[in-house]
């Protein structure tokens, strides 16, 4: 018997997830192995192509561990969709040019830290002014006028015949020029997954929903200590509830960028190019964050699959009622609600079913109840209306599985 999809919610023992990543990381690869030289500056081209060529030898010497690395880390990943969408968009040669300064100056890293840099070592022709690792939870601002290199073990400025070597082991007792700055951005929250005080995602401005302006980075007048606080509350009631889906969490999810303090409502976001990284406002409610990592989760999966299969041939036009937005949405935007909201629903499920003291609040029935019906709603706008992909087919009928599961429920 052919094995059910299970993109949706994880079955135990499940692989679905592990393989989905895999197959993004070597689309990533894809997509930065195909960046072209003619759109940008010989000499910013020269610097990347360098380094490109250093990652495409780990490749064929059977060494993919980096490569991997490179191609998994949000804040690389997302600069390789940007440059393609750009490529293939607009075409803004200020933001290219600056992505693709970017890009490299973090792939340099990368090698640096790995001991992995071309003989010699590597002098950028240019430099972008912020220097952000997640490998090294490092935030360097660069002092103006110094050109940045890398070497083995470290990190180095140069401006006319002045030079500062800056060892990567001791980042904490750099002595920079005038001008420049160092902090460690990325305070741990539980494995790798980490808060986010700084963002290089280029996108944080640009937002689809009508109640929200962009995504701009904001501790919302709260401590760090006080988001991983409530950050782990929220991750150990999925554990407790959906222990397989928040073990798939672990492993797509690095970075949560807070956006804010809002006790009345929450809003949450995540981006199609920027796989591994959600944006979140704080809320007093351990269930409702819980929904809303669970919720933007899900974003981030099947944003993963769109990479590589369109799931929809009917995506974008014509419009539809949402179940979940005040606005019309095309289809793309239905079925990320209810493929969201599904496992949020099955959260509920089980906190219902064992009594969790969650279950008996006033507002618990009527939000289960509003999660059940949007998303039999939008089961049924998606069936009715959708030209699915081959793999669209085998989505969608895991989706009908759950709202056939849940149909005692809504009556």
Known sequence: MATLL?????????????????QHLKHTLKLLFELPMGRFPAPLFDD???????????????????????????????????????????????????WLTELTALIALELTLADALPPGGVRLAAAPPRQLSLSANLELTLP???????????????????????????????????????????????????????????????EAHPDKLGNALDLGERSAQEWIEALRAALALVDAHLPALGQELRWVMQTIVPVGYDPERHLSASYGECIGQLYLTLHPDPLTLSEALIHEFSHNKINAQFHLDGVLENAFFPLYPSPVRPDPRPLHGVLLAVHAFIPVACLYEQLEATGHPLSAQPRFQERFRKILQGNHEGTVTLLEHARPTPFGRALFDELRRWDDRFAPRRR
Do not use: M
């Open 48 to 98: 990347f192509g360098q380094l490109r060529a250093s990652v495409e030898r780990l490749l064929r010497d059977r060494q993919p561990s980096l490569p991997f690395a490179i191609a998994r880390r949000v804040t690389h990943s997302t600069l390789v969709y940007c440059l393609h969408r750009e490529l293939y968009g607009d075409g803004d040669v200020q933001k290219l040019d600056a």
């Open 6 to 22: 299970d993109l949706t919610v994880p079955q135990p023992g499940s692989t679905t997830t592990r393989r989905l990543l895999g």
């Open 144 to 206: 103006p006028g110094w050109q940045l290199g890398f070497e083995p073990g470290a990190l180095s400025l140069e401006r006319g015949a002045e030079r500062v070597r800056l060892p990567l082991g001791d980042v904490d007792r750099w002595r920079l020029p005038e001008g420049g700055a160092t902090r460690r951005p990325y305070v741990p929250i539980e494995g790798e997954l980490v808060l986010a005080l700084a963002d290089n995602n280029p996108l944080w401005a640009e």
